[in-house]
């Protein structure tokens, strides 16, 4: 199982967040690679951790901050 961590942050460092893991699948997409089905695939897994991650991020609502 995995451990859940909860982080509260501003929508603007929610929005610096998400160029940030862009820019990271962008790099991991530029790499140069061996033709080796095994680096396709760990390829083809950071790809998927990293849009999981900025859907999940872009579906997050901001909330009114507390005082």
Do not use: F, W, Y
């Amino acid at each position: 199982m995995e451990d859940i961590l909860q982080v509260e942050m501003t929508a603007q460092e929610r929005d610096l967040l998400l160029k940030g893991l862009r820019h990271v699948r962008s790099s991991i997409m530029l790499q140069m690679r061996d033709p080796d089905p095994e680096d396709e695939r760990i390829r083809s897994c950071q790809l998927d951790e990293i849009q999981n991650l900025c859907q999940r991020l872009e579906t997050t609502d901001p909330q009114p901050a507390r005082v």
